[in-house]
């Protein structure tokens, strides 16, 4: 079956630096497209970046231009997410997706506090 | 970017009940490209349907999705106690945008 377990999340300082990991198992991780998607307290979702399965091609929000970096390994069927120069506004649930003309699989999630 | 606008904000309804929610685009999505989630407190979003029509793998057939261009709708033909939740649109004709969501609440 389709697992995807996010980790990594936890308390940060603003300014500070975060590595979210999303362990993939129950399909072939390469051929997908994977993103992250959040959910700030007692607001909306929002799409955070996502990224082809080769690798090649990242898209982000404006939100997070600059400051976040997505990447995967697809030996390790494994997507990652730098988050540096955090800021209290980056307060959320992170959540990792498998894209397949929508995202069809969702991790439970990994919070992330920004606060000093 | 495309601007979705989902109404009304809350919805109240009793069980059995049709729920028509909305979700408007600032602009044409391209190829109808658009998704509705169904989101719970403390789990992830589900996929209910994509290309603004298509029902996901194991979605009830009480849940259809009509529309394109700039506006489309996610109907749920009579509500079933586990519908009561929060529903978002998502556009991926463009760069990607969610709705900023309708609450369907038991009246």
């Known amino acids: 079956q389709v697992q995807l377990v996010e980790s990594g999340g936890g308390l940060v300082k603003p300014g500070g630096s975060l590595r979210l990991s999303c362990v993939t198992s129950?399909?072939?991780?390469?051929?997908?497209?994977m993103g992250w998607i959040r959910q700030a307290p007692g607001k909306g979702l929002e799409w955070v970046s996502y990224?082809?399965?080769?690798?090649?091609?990242?898209y982000y929000a404006d939100s997070v231009k600059g400051r976040f970096t997505i990447s995967r390994d697809n030996a390790k069927k494994s997507l990652y997410l730098q988050m540096n120069s955090l800021r209290a506004e980056d307060t959320a649930v992170y959540y990792c997706?498998?894209?397949?003309?929508?995202?069809?699989?969702w991790g439970q999630g990994s919070l992330v506090t920004v606060s000093s | 970017e495309i601007v979705l606008t989902q109404s009304p904000g809350t919805l109240s309804l009793s069980p059995g009940e049709r729920a028509t929610l909305s979700c408007r685009a600032s602009?044409?999505?391209?190829?109808?490209?658009v998704a509705w989630y169904q989101k719970k407190p403390g789990q992830p979003p589900r996929v209910l349907i994509h290309?603004?029509?298509s029902r996901a793998t194991g979605i009830p057939d009480r849940f259809s999705g009509s529309g394109s261009g700039t506006d489309f709708t996610l109907t749920i033909a009579s509500l079933e106690p586990e519908d009561f939740a929060v529903y978002y649109c998502?556009?991926?004709?463009?760069?990607?945008?969610f709705g900023q969501g309708t609450k369907v609440e038991i009246k």
């Open positions: 998502q556009q991926y004709g463009g760069s990607w945008t």
């Open positions: 997706g498998r894209w397949n003309t929508a995202f069809d699989y």
């Open positions: 990224i082809s399965g080769d690798g090649g091609a990242m």
């Open positions: 129950g399909f072939t991780f390469s051929v997908y497209y």
């Open positions: 290309a603004a029509s």
């Open positions: 602009q044409s999505v391209r190829n109808n490209y």
